[in-house]
């Protein structure tokens, strides 16, 4: 779908009929701002709450946690999948160990992380890192033995080391799966750092959520959502501009240029870029 | 001792045999062969019949079981760096630039990339990709990006190019112009080509010679020898002559009854 004139208007007009249904079902059915405030509530405790400055403090902090935990989190998952890809033993020795510790929810572990970490910023960005470390252990172990094996045929016929291999063809091939996993352990990080919040915090938007909670007070509550929907958008559209920018070769990043058709048609041989669906307990 | 250099690939009794489960299969049956410098050699038999096996023994990327095959007087025990292969699919990392993607074994073999990227360019203007060096794979067409695989493998100044069925993957309109190019390149080059494929025509088409094989187990059937005078056009393949070798090489095929020949 294009941005044209038409579909830019349908779609702002889709959105204001849903606030004004919204709206008005509030108004006319009189239900109490406790159960599901109306848009212009909702509204007003976003204004309040950004110009006294209260949110942006709070955001500020969460988005540490989440980004901390998210460099932290994808680090070790991108060292610890290669190793897994690369030395059979660690696969051998690790990998069992690894899988159960994936189908575990790990955002069941907050509470103990908390415990053990305190209510400072270190049990947030453990508690993120956790669960942002799966999507890229998966992947970049895919990505890397995804390596077509004409490729590594080719590396081999010119007497390559298995580091010229590994750099020259298993690292770039597995970029894509990287950044997938990179992609899906951005939201994640964020989930794990609000879960932490929730379960023991001084400061941050899920800190701000819960005691809001308590207050009964559902208008700040919703413009609380609001904001971390926005940040998540956010925080997909950094990564999707970093993997446009990584991986301009890859063909499902461009349909701009048609290939070259004087016979058969160029197969792009790239394996496809596979997301890690992770079963996280939320 | 060392037989003297003569030839440029010197194969004897070469026999590769693969465990399976119930029992061996042999792919390649004491094979023995030479190539000269500078010759043009085809391989054609169908398909199971250890082309395939044979290229990868002398690529140095699959050991043989019994028997062995020297490049210059050499053994070949191993991936060597004076050999270039083209396979049936390009090949070519997406990532890396026309280029790039020929100075793959200049990079690999860590030669002097600046000398190299003008030897590089030269050949790309060879095989008519001039102006192409800073495109990417996937805005080439398939015979293009076949293109880039040949001068790949011609960059590095190899003793001798294996070819694996190297355009089986093109239409026919394109892989007879790749015949004819091949040929033009190979003519400007004199390289010592060894090249696969499953299509009579195409083998009596480029070699000087051609060695018919046998499908299970592998086993060299006949060597013709095909005297047509080079450069030739796509026309020779209308002439009594190429057919009568054409039809040679079908009729020993139907003599074993192999059908997918």
Known sequence: ?282 | MAPVATEAIAVHDLSKSYATRDGGVVALDRTTFNIDEGEFVAVVGPSGCGKSTLLKILAGILPASSGDARLRGTLIDGPRRDIGVVFQSPVLFPWRTVLDNVLLPVDVQRLDRTRFARVGLDLLNLVGLRGFDHRYPWELSGGMQQRVAITRALVHDPAMLLMDEPFGALDAMTREHMNVELQRIWLERKKTVLFITHSIPEAVFLGDRVLVMTPRPGRLMDDVRVDIPRPRSLDVMNTPEFGRYVHHIRSLFNVKGAVDA
């Open chain 1, 1 to 282: 779908m294009k941005w044209t004139a038409r579909n830019v208007g349908l779609t702002a007009l889709l959105f204001v009929a849903t606030i004004g249904a919204w709206e008005a079902v509030v108004r006319i059915f009189q239900i109490p701002v406790f159960i599901l405030p109306s848009p212009t509530q909702v509204g007003m405790a976003l204004y309040r709450g950004l110009a006294s400055g209260v949110y942006l403090d709070h955001l500020k902090y969460t988005l540490l946690e989440t980004l901390l935990g998210f460099i932290v989190g994808s680090a070790l998952g991108f060292f610890l999948g290669t190793a897994v890809a690369m030395n059979r033993y660690v696969e051998f020795f690790f990998y069992p160990y690894i899988v159960m510790f994936q189908s575990l929810p790990k955002v069941a572990l907050a509470p103990l992380i908390v415990v053990w970490f305190g209510l400072g910023l270190t049990s947030k960005v453990i508690n993120a890192a956790l669960v942002a470390f799966f999507p890229l252990l998966v992947n970049t172990m895919v990505g890397l033995k995804s390596a077509d094996e004409d490729r590594v045929s080719l590396m081999r016929s010119l007497a390559a080391s298995n580091q010229q291999i590994f750099w020259m063809l298993r690292l770039p091939n597995a970029l894509p799966f990287v950044m997938a996993g990179l992609d899906v352990a951005m939201i994640f990080a964020l989930i794990g750092a609000i879960v932490a919040e929730f379960v023991g915090a001084q400061r941050g938007l899920g800190m701000l959520i819960q005691s809001m909670n308590f207050n009964m007070d559902v208008s700040g509550q919703f413009s609380i959502l609001l904001i971390l929907s926005l940040v998540g958008l956010i925080l997909n559209r950094i990564i999707m501009l970093i993997r446009r920018r990584v991986m301009f070769w890859d063909p499902s990043e461009k349909n701009l240029i048609e290939p070259a058709t004087d016979d058969v048609t160029a197969t792009p041989r790239i394996g496809r870029v596979v997301e890690a669906k992770e079963g996280v307990a939320r």
